[in-house]
């Protein structure tokens, strides 16, 4: 796809629809101001992040969850890359984009929900339940935080310590 979908105000945030992605956009200045057009650093970040997003930043976000079944739930081994599919993505208010992928094979129970920071790194992970309807937290709050992503591949953190 070229360029940015078309996003439209609701609730406090901008919703656009990328192919079967809903893509949500948290703007605090959206109530107060009535804004016209989303603010210009998500706009900016989406657009570095969708055009590759596939070749780059969804195998990141799959490497991040694969992580969190080995160190949360203790699996041996991960489900296979073309088992995992993407379910939504986010830019909250700080311009951090997190992207929820599950995988319907062996956990169909939750999402995973990756969060990233300004450089592309994964740094956050967390998991929620798979519940359908529009009244789910924002991403970047939904289940339970359950491992940080440190600054080396090697450095992660789950509940304050080092695995």
Known sequence: ???LPVFRPERGEWIGQWGDITITVADPELAQAHAL???GSAS???NRVLPGFHEQVFPRAIDAASEGCRKVLGWQGV???EDWELIALEVDARDRLWVAVQE???DDYALWIVG???HGRARH???APDLAGSGQAPLHLRGDHVLDLGLGSAALTCAGRTV
């Open 44 to 46: 900016d970040l989406l």
């Open 79 to 81: 489900p296979e890359l």
């Open 125 to 127: 992970l967390r998991r």
């Open 37 to 39: 057009e989303m603010r």
């Open 104 to 106: 319907y094979v062996a």
């Open 116 to 118: 990233f920071d300004r």
């Open 1 to 3: 796809m070229r360029g």
